[in-house]
């Protein structure tokens, strides 16, 4: 065990998490081992993955700890107090309707959900502990604070507001899931709905920006962790706020403390603002 990894308690919340061959899965499961309180309970992926039967341990870099990685989640729930959850929105539908069987923590980071999905999830945190957000990270969810103050202050009329992120060439779903949170931000800030109000992927002849229009855009290439601005644009000035993620490991330990603040929570659906009391 290296110097930056905690003892296991018999107490520890036991976690699973679900992707665990993935960029988030295995951040989760290095930061797993180094948060007091929790430990790896199992580790789960996709029928037919090549990281099947590997040591999670091994595969997330840390060395071996004796958690092989299987495909079969539910007895894993059965066995687990929470599961962390950065797959693919069919998949965490899924797992959401297992952890309200298993009644136990979900804590889903997976972005790009329809408003079905987010419906059958909202469905499971009758029996589920549910915390999802498209964004765990302390950084972003007060900016999302902010943003909503600056959006409250500055008029429609005065004030354009727009939301630019850019992520690594991988990103499956546009606009991000942060992006979509700071936009709610803005929304709520100006007393709107966001769905009725947004504008993305502009092409061509767009006609002239719609006054009060939230507006989104997107860039994908090479590495990039995250990076999201909000730019407030008036006559003769201009306010960026902008958040860059260096490192995964902001959004896997904001998921840890996640499922630790939620193990003591009654079933329902939370936010991140909610497990940091920005509520
Ligand atoms: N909320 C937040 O703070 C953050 C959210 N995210 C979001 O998390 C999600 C994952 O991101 P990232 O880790 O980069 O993506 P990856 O593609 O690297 O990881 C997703 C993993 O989930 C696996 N998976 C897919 N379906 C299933 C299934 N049914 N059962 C088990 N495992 C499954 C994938 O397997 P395979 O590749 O074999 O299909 C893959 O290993 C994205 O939606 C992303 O936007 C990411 C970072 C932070
Ligand atoms: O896919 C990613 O990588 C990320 N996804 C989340 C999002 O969609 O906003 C969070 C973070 O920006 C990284």
Not at 135 to 148: K, R, T
Not at 191 to 202: K, Q, T
């Amino acid at each position: 065990m290296s110097a930056q990894e905690a003892t296991p308690q018999a107490t520890d919340m036991g976690l699973v998490v679900v992707g665990a061959g993935g960029r988030m899965g295995q951040t989760l499961i290095r930061t797993i081992a180094a948060i007091p309180g929790a430990r790896l309970a199992a580790a789960i992926e996709r029928t037919g993955s090549p990281a099947l039967g590997r040591d999670a341990g091994e595969l997330a870099g840390i060395g071996a700890n004796g958690i092989v990685i299987g495909d079969d989640p539910l007895p894993a729930f059965a066995k687990a107090d929470g599961v962390l959850d950065f797959t693919q929105p069919a998949a965490s539908v899924e797992f959401a309707g297992y952890a309200a069987q298993a009644r136990i923590v979900h804590v889903v980071g997976t972005t790009g959900c329809t408003p079905q999905d987010d419906a059958a999830i909202a469905a499971a945190a009758r029996h589920a502990t549910i915390v999802k957000s498209g964004n765990m990270s302390l950084g972003v969810n007060l900016l999302a604070v902010l943003v909503e103050q600056a959006a409250r202050a500055l008029a429609p009329e005065d004030f354009d507001i727009e939301v630019l992120e850019m992520h690594h060439r991988h990103k499956v779903d546009a606009p991000s899931g942060t992006a979509l949170l700071l936009g709610e931000a803005a929304a709520e800030g100006r007393a709107i709905a966001l769905a009725e109000n947004s504008e993305r992927g502009r092409d061509g002849l767009t006609g002239a920006r719609r006054t009060g229009a939230i507006g989104f855009a997107s860039l994908r290439g090479g590495s990039v962790v995250g990076e999201h601005t909000v730019f407030l644009s008036g006559q003769g000035e201009r306010i960026a706020l902008t958040h860059q993620a260096e490192d995964r490991a902001i959004f896997a330990r904001g998921a840890v403390k996640a499922a630790l603040w939620a193990r003591s929570r009654k079933p329902g659906l939370y936010s991140m603002r909610d497990v940091l009391g920005l509520s």
